[in-house]
């Protein structure tokens, strides 16, 4: 695998459930993100961790749980969603620990849909 | 507040017609302008990143442009497999140096 992957690409689940989203980078990068994606919205930056350490939560709501266990994977844990948050889900990542002033290259998504 | 506006909306090209997509920002200050192309339900593709005014990039028929307030992404003689939205964000050296995304540019080129 190169680049930055995520599973499941797809996801479908009710608001009563729990699942959570993965993404793992193969780049040696040092920072990654998620980001919400939806129709006709810019990117929303939902959060940023550098060497493992949350650096940024951009006022996300608590049903959104990150987790990133070492600097090549992180983690978004879902729970008790609203049919509101149904949208493409990315993560990225960047080389260095100052985090935003590298590019940030994204994996291909993870369509959720909240029913 | 940091703002990055993209036009047009939507944009239809036959093949070989050139046009440029427009991204006006507005920030503190500038720490760079970035560029991707996204195809759709895949993650957006890094093209460009631009630091200063004055400053251009190319790669193959994409050539971006940098001034003080907007940045333009020329398309010269384009092709179907063009087809993307085009997405500018800037970063602020103002601020916490968030990435701030415009909405794109939704192009198709026809044959």
């Known amino acids: 695998e190169t680049g930055v992957t995520q599973t499941p690409r797809h996801l479908v689940m009710g608001m009563t459930n729990k699942k959570s989203l993965k993404c793992e980078q193969h780049l040696g990068h040092n920072a990654m993100y998620w980001y919400k994606q939806s129709a006709k919205k810019p990117l929303e930056l939902m959060f940023v961790y550098s060497l493992e350490e949350r650096v940024e939560n951009n006022s996300v709501p608590s049903r959104f749980s990150p987790e990133c266990p070492n600097s090549s994977h992180l983690f978004l844990h879902l729970h008790t969603l609203q049919p509101e948050d149904s949208a493409l889900y990315l993560c990225?990542?960047?080389?260095?620990?100052?985090?935003?002033?590298?590019?940030?290259?994204f994996g291909p998504g993870t369509r959720l849909t909240v029913l | 507040e940091d703002q990055v506006t993209q036009s047009p909306e939507a944009l239809r090209l036959q093949e070989g017609e050139s046009s440029s997509l427009n991204c006006s920002y507005t920030v503190s200050g500038l720490r760079g302008l970035f560029w991707y192309r996204q195809d759709p339900g895949k993650g957006p593709e890094f093209l460009f990143t631009l630091y200063s005014a004055g400053e251009e990039k190319e790669k193959e028929r994409l050539k971006a442009t940098l001034t003080k307030k907007e940045s333009f992404l020329h398309i010269t003689a384009p092709k179907p497999e063009d087809s993307a939205t085009y997405l500018c964000?800037?970063?602020?050296?103002?601020?916490?140096?968030?990435?701030?995304f415009g909405t794109g540019t939704r192009l198709q080129v026809t044959l």
């Open positions: 990225a990542s960047s080389r260095g620990t100052g985090v935003h002033t590298d590019t940030q290259y």
């Open positions: 964000a800037v970063v602020d050296t103002g601020t916490a140096s968030k990435l701030t």
